[in-house]
């Protein structure tokens, strides 16, 4: 199977590439996905059997002032790769994510959209882009993790060696999500030529922000009690957060794939690449 991954500097296009090492890889200064004609021109001349775009503009709270040009990339450029598949005969894998969801989950694939705030309007966009194509995948995923980029399990390992206790929202419920297996279920998908449509990528189970530090803690041999609960409204941000955005995994049984493991199990067999010291 030959694959182009866009974004492959990344976290999850890291994690790809080690489970694809034919893939071409194609970062940010390989292609600029907002010029339509050098997109249509890097899929036909690879003309991969799928286009897995892991590029996006993700940061939130900037979009709430450049909404246009987050839009540009997550929206209008995932058109330019649907046309582009669309005429090398292509598959499309696109990653989205759960702010396309107001916050009042758990949410089925099939569940109403409303995102509230720029951003999710940008990646909603996007999905709807990238499902115009008959043979395209959107794979919405939350609150990831990983060894090869900033996140908020490295951030929590950081304050535990810099700080006496650490402050973390306890209102906001998701999905600690590892890009590890992440990327090995979206190779799954491609692989068992899986339905086209919309899947969710999250690990399974839920927690808090809170929740999610306080494993940290433990795998790092502290005492979890270091950390405390606080609400959102204590750190104020430009771009509203969803207050539950779980995601629900009924398109993997569909497909006769299993949903991703419980985040708990995921974190700790992620352990040893994304703990302090580890690769």
């Known amino acids: 199977m030959r694959c182009l991954v866009t974004g492959a500097g990344g976290m999850l296009g890291t994690d790809l590439l ?25 899929v036909a001349a690879h003309r991969p059997d799928a286009v897995i775009n892991c590029a996006a503009w993700t940061a939130v709270d900037d979009a709430e002032e450049h909404e246009a040009e987050a839009l540009a990339i997550n929206g209008t450029a995932v058109g330019s790769l649907a046309d582009a598949c ?5 598959r499309l894998v696109q990653i989205s994510t759960d702010y396309v969801f107001p916050g009042h989950g758990p949410y089925a694939e099939d569940a109403p959209t409303a995102p509230i705030n720029a951003y999710g309007r940008t990646k909603l966009a996007g999905e709807r882009a990238a499902l115009s194509y008959e043979r395209a995948y959107v ?34 419920r998701g ?15 491609l692989t068992a030529d899986a339905p086209p449509g919309v899947y969710h990528g999250t690990n399974a189970g839920e927690t808090t922000w809170y929740g999610l530090a306080r494993e940290v803690f433990t795998l790092l041999g502290h005492d979890p009690d270091r950390v ?18 779980v995601l ?24 040893p690449e994304c703990r302090p010291g580890g690769l």
Not at 23 to 29: G, K, M, Q
Not at 177 to 189: C, N, P
């Open 18 to 42: 080690a489970r694809l090492p034919d893939a071409v890889a194609l970062d940010r200064a390989a292609l600029d996905l907002t010029d339509a004609g050098a997109v249509r021109d890097v």
């Open 86 to 90: 669309r005429d090398a005969g292509a």
């Open 139 to 172: 794979v919405r995923t939350a609150w990831l993790y990983g060894a090869h980029g900033p996140n908020f399990v490295a951030t929590m390992a950081r304050l535990a060696a810099e700080r006496d206790t650490v402050d973390v929202v306890d209102d906001q």
């Open 175 to 189: 999905q600690p999500t590892w890009t590890g297996d992440l990327a090995g279920r979206i190779v799954e998908l």
């Open 228 to 245: 405390r609960p606080t609400t959102t409204d204590r750190f104020p941000r430009p771009a509203a957060r969803p207050s539950n955005s």
């Open 248 to 271: 629900e995994h009924g398109g993997w049984n569909r497909a006769g794939l299993p949903p991703l493991r419980d985040w708990r199990e995921a974190l700790r067999a992620a352990w």
